[in-house]
């Protein structure tokens, strides 16, 4: 079926191996702020079954923007919970990545918006992301879209 | 800590040395798309670096993990004559890079050091790096080891 323009939508079956090469891309972009972000050697077949399994998993939400028709970018946010909080489901962008040729036009943007909305039909009022913290582009990305730090992660090699 | 070694690179070091450089590209492409890379990435690479072994006004030097044998990373400076200036020579830093596995162990530094023993034996006293703009790690990084603002490069396209 022919699509014109952008459009956003939750991923299906034949969008894996496009976001799957995307997702690739992401963890190699990743890999390049922090040691502890080093992609494994066989990480191209690991990342079909991950997309694969995304799709199917209910606590995980998979996006694709498609550029007529081809996937341009992707967003992949997981539900997470802690019982302790009033808010004891929230939404955590885990990747997210557009092709580069295809930035600055607001499909990021369309993506988060689109998280947001699945999020609160299912009940869910927090939006949160996490990227590598030396990422400081990724920082001013959120940032600009109301997005504030909530959680700080530190490592330390045992 | 595994001992890392730093020596000129050879032939037998053409072919990691241009996945390196194919990385270090793929990167800047991530950091702004005015540096999408060429389809032929690969191959261009290759010719790159080939290019760059038996040019005697480059330096191409690797550093290798002693114990595994294996290429951590490399250094590529070029020598380049300042004709209306003063010290008349420089060493300008095209391509730095360390595998991600590799990071925080000052390979990077010591690759310089080692580039700068290089410069200096040639009676170059002089070393510049030059990295996209919103390459902030690289920005960091440089600024660490006290280098600082020299030219700028600006564009537009047409």
Known sequence: ?158 | MASIIVRKAGEEDVKVLAEYVARLKSLNEELDPHYKVVDDLESVSLEYVSNAISNPDSIVLVAVDEDSGSVIGFIKVDVKNRIFYEPKYKGVITDLYVHPSYRRKRVGGLLIEKAVEELGSRGVNMITAVYPVNNLIAREFYGKLGFTDLDIEQYRTF
């Open chain 1, 1 to 158: 079926m022919y699509e014109p323009g952008l459009t956003v939508k939750k991923a299906s079956e034949k969008h894996v191996e496009d976001i799957a090469d995307m997702m690739i891309r992401f963890y190699r972009f990743n890999e390049e702020f922090d040691p502890a972000y080093a992609v494994r050697e066989d990480v191209r077949s690991i990342a079909v079954d991950y997309v694969e399994e995304s799709i199917k998993r209910d606590d995980v939400l998979l996006l694709v923007a498609c550029w007529n028709g081809k996937p341009v970018g992707f967003l992949r946010a997981e539900i997470r919970g802690n019982r302790m909080l009033r808010n004891s489901r929230y939404g955590t962008i885990v990747e997210l990545y557009v092709k580069p040729r295809f930035r600055r036009q607001g499909i990021a943007s369309m993506l988060i918006r689109e998280a947001g909305n699945a999020m609160s039909s299912m009940g869910i009022s927090i939006l949160s992301s996490q990227f590598p913290a030396m990422n400081v582009i990724a920082k001013q990305f959120y940032e600009k879209h109301g997005f504030r730090p909530w959680t700080h992660i530190y490592i330390h090699e045992v």
